[in-house]
């Protein structure tokens, strides 16, 4: 059964120095395909490096909100280079608003985003956007900023949020987090259709239970597949193969 990571940082030292068994790993759990997400220009620079050594991965190219602050004039400029030096690159981010650690100013963030959501469109790609104690703000900016196609990366909200965000033919993306107890975009998942979500690790980050605490890695895609189809009632090998058609269409892989 085939599964999509559509959220992965593979250059981490401890992944990427093991990174042929990290993969070979992944595929014997049924996922097949990795997205492997920039979060600055060096780590995008990387992710483009292993998509073109891997067949399996892709790679998408943007500035983190934390790293928002630090951007030079060139940026967008170095971005569309990045994005434009490999057929594997199938997305700009992760890009987003991030209000919990505010570790860049507001405003900088705000600007950092739209910005880059003009690059994916002159570009014809998607958005992968971070999103943390940001909701209203987020939305501000996908309402009056358009956009190709966007995909809500971790999606920690609740229901009246997700519903705001698929009127804006947003996509979610569950992560570990939703195999947590009391989280609350359970809520969300539990009342939305198949069609509007993808799986991701964000690994190393975020393992899922049973593995909290640990380093995460792309092979844990099943085990939050797991645990949606037993929350959901649905059979697994049907959420695997909507997540990984819905993966496919978004990112044209």
């Known amino acids: 059964m085939?599964?999509?990571?559509?959220?992965?940082?593979?250059?981490?030292?401890?992944?990427?120095?093991?990174?042929?068994?990290?993969?070979?790993?992944?595929?014997?759990?049924?996922?097949e395909k990795i997205v492997c997400i920039g979060t600055d220009l060096n780590t995008s620079k990387q992710s483009i490096?292993?998509?073109?050594?891997?067949?399996n991965v892709y790679a998408s190219v943007g500035i983190h909100p934390h790293d928002s602050k630090d951007v030079n004039k060139d940026y967008i400029k170095n971005l569309e280079t990045l994005a434009l030096s490999s057929k594997k690159v199938v997305a700009i981010g992760e890009i987003g608003i991030d209000h919990y650690r505010n570790i860049s100013p507001q405003d900088i963030q705000k600007k950092v985003m739209i910005e880059q959501m003009e690059l994916a469109n002159s570009l014809s790609l998607p958005i992968i956007f971070h999103n943390r104690d940001a909701d209203r703000d987020i939305l501000e900016v996908l309402k009056h900023h358009p956009f190709q196609r966007a995909l809500a990366?971790?999606?920690?909200?609740?229901?009246?949020f997700a519903e705001k965000l698929l009127d804006l033919n947003v996509l979610l993306s569950f992560s570990g987090n939703v195999t947590f107890k009391n989280s609350i975009n359970q809520t969300a998942i539990q009342n939305i259709m198949l069609t509007d979500f993808v799986l991701e690790t964000d690994c190393p980050?975020?393992?899922?239970?049973?593995?909290?605490?640990?380093?995460?890695?792309?092979?844990?895609?099943?085990?939050?597949?797991?645990?949606?189809?037993?929350?959901?009632?649905?059979?697994?090998?049907?959420i695997a193969m909507q997540t990984t058609k819905n993966a496919e269409k978004f990112f044209k892989i």
């Open 153 to 160: 990366h971790c999606y920690s909200s609740d229901l009246s």
């Open 2 to 31: 085939t599964l999509i990571d559509t959220h992965a940082h593979l250059y981490y030292d401890d992944m990427y120095n093991n990174l042929d068994n990290v993969l070979e790993d992944a595929l014997n759990n049924g996922v």
């Open 49 to 55: 490096d292993i998509a073109d050594k891997y067949d």
């Open 205 to 238: 980050f975020l393992a899922p239970q049973p593995h909290r605490g640990k380093p995460n890695e792309p092979k844990y895609v099943k085990d939050i597949a797991k645990f949606i189809s037993e929350l959901l009632d649905i059979e697994f090998k049907d």
